[in-house]
């Protein structure tokens, strides 16, 4: 039988998956939603989406998500609710003359996936070399030695943090409620006692809401919230800087695609209003093992993950160097950590917490490719509440133990391990 939509809705967390959720949900006639959210405001700090931009493109080596993030991307051109927040300067997925082979075979897997594939027909420009770079990305002044790849038209960027704040506000017009803060940070889950069944949460401040059904979407702090998940994620981040321009100079590299070089990092154009370039090292991203019980789990202060370890310092400033060598030592700006919930093979988990009796819903393991999908999230959670179960079994919850050399084993793009923070020196700045 399909849910009620008079059914109390509980949904911790406003980030990504959460505002998706409560925006679908509303929409389709839901009429009691809660959202919980642990900072004092909206868009949230705490959100791996909070941040002047993210790549929005749908090179994905395997074509499941290839098809979903174009369905997004449609979304992303045409939805008067996501439009103003995207910018469709095309994504340029190239590698150094110093990349090794496990990158260097991931962009050719990537290439052949769009090249392959109809949708992107007419988009797609070879770089085979600086020349042809230059051709697409004339902002571009450096040697860019080595640097090879393609341009996919069909991508670019969103103004993320933007649009999540739009989608709040569309939320609360549809009548979705918002309690933040201590009121919004949720303690514990409240269950029946003696079962697995959820009827609400607790938040830090005491207060209680009930719900019938009762959806987390944590991202890296899901573990905090529900323990039993840890064996199949993990809080992985990496580090976000920026370089402030002036108005003349940021008009200057106006319309540069995104910029991902596979071997180093990834970074945008500068953003229209503050005139700041968001660059990120991508490495193999970092962890942070709380001491009491080996999970990594993100900090829980804004404060401890306004950082960027050294080694991110002296790979942005290599990779500007090679392309744009005018702002390559500039004052890195606004560093700070950003976190995501990493599975093994980089799916989501979009399932119903086992033995809950479908009281409990879980949207997790973004593995940092999740803010594409925003305006589509919403529908992915309302297919599995009105099938009641998960049809898709790469979204399901699943019964993982972690292999002895950590995550990231069968991620074919990840070109370095993962480093446990407390392992590598910070930038001094
Ligand atoms: C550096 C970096 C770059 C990225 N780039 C891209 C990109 O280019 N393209 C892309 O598609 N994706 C990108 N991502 C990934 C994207 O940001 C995530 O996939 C997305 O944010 C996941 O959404 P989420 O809702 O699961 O988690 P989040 O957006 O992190 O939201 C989780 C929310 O839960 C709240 N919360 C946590 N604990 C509690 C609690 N106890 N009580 C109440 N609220 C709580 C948090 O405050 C937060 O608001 C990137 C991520 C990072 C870190």
Redesign the pocket.
């Known amino acids: 039988m399909p849910p009620s939509k008079t059914e109390p809705v509980l949904i ?7 505002l998706s959720t409560a925006h679908k949900l509303a929409t389709s006639g839901y009429t009691d939603i809660t959202v ?4 004092d405001r909206i868009p ?1 700090r ?4 909070y ?1 002047l931009n ?3 493109r749908s090179e994905y080596i395997d074509p499941f998500y290839t098809q979903h993030a174009l369905n997004a991307i449609r979304q992303w051109q045409t939805n008067p609710l996501y439009q103003p927040y995207f910018r469709q300067v095309g994504f340029l997925n190239v590698v150094t003359g110093e990349a090794n082979e496990v990158v260097r075979n991931a962009l050719a897997k990537y290439n052949k996936s769009v090249a392959e594939n109809p949708a992107f027909d007419g988009y797609l420009v070879p770089c085979p070399d600086a020349d042809h770079i230059r051709r697409v990305a004339p902002q571009f002044t450096g040697a860019l030695p080595g640097w090879k790849g393609y341009l996919n038209g069909l991508a670019g960027y969103a103004q993320s943090s933007n649009a999540m704040g739009a989608c709040f506000k569309a939320c609360e017009q549809l009548g979705v409620k918002f309690k933040l803060g201590a009121d ?3 303690a514990e889950l409240l269950y029946q006692p003696g079962t697995k069944v959820c009827v609400g949460a607790r938040t830090k401040s005491g207060a209680v809401y009930k719900a019938s059904r009762t959806i987390i ?5 899901v573990a ?2 529900l323990p039993s998940i840890a064996e199949q994620v993990t809080a992985i ?2 580090g ?1 800087s920026h370089i402030q321009l002036t108005p003349e100079e940021s008009e200057q590299m106006r319309g540069m695609p995104v910029t991902t070089v596979r071997d180093i990092g990834f970074f945008f154009e500068p953003d229209p209003a503050t005139h700041k370039v968001k660059i ?1 090292y991508m490495g193999g991203g970092y962890t942070h093992t709380a001491q009491n019980n080996g999970k990594s789990i993100p900090y829980n202060s804004l404060a401890e993950s306004a950082y960027i370890p050294a080694e991110d310092v002296k790979q942005t400033r290599r990779m500007l160097r090679m392309a744009v060598p005018h702002i390559a030592e500039r004052p890195l700006i606004d560093t700070h950590l ?4 990493d599975t093994d093979n980089s799916d989501y988990i979009i399932d119903f917490v086992p033995e809950s009796d479908s009281s409990l819903v879980v ?2 393991g ?1 593995s ?6 925003m305006p589509i999230f919403g529908d992915f959670v309302q297919d599995l509440l009105d099938a009641n179960t998960q049809k898709l079994a790469r979204w399901r919850w699943r019964e993982v133990k972690r292999d002895a050399a950590g995550t990231g084993k069968q991620i074919s793009w990840r070109a370095s391990a993962i480093v446990d923070l407390d392992s590598t020196p910070r930038a001094k700045l």
Request: with cysteine; charged share 15%.
């Open positions: 911790i967390g406003a980030g990504v998956f959460g919980l959210e642990k900072d949230s705490f959100s791996g989406g941040d993210k790549i929005i919004g940070d949720v979407a944590a991202g890296g702090f905090n919230v981040c990496w976000v990120c950003c976190w995501v919930a949207l997790s973004d940092g490719h999740g803010f594409k999908m």
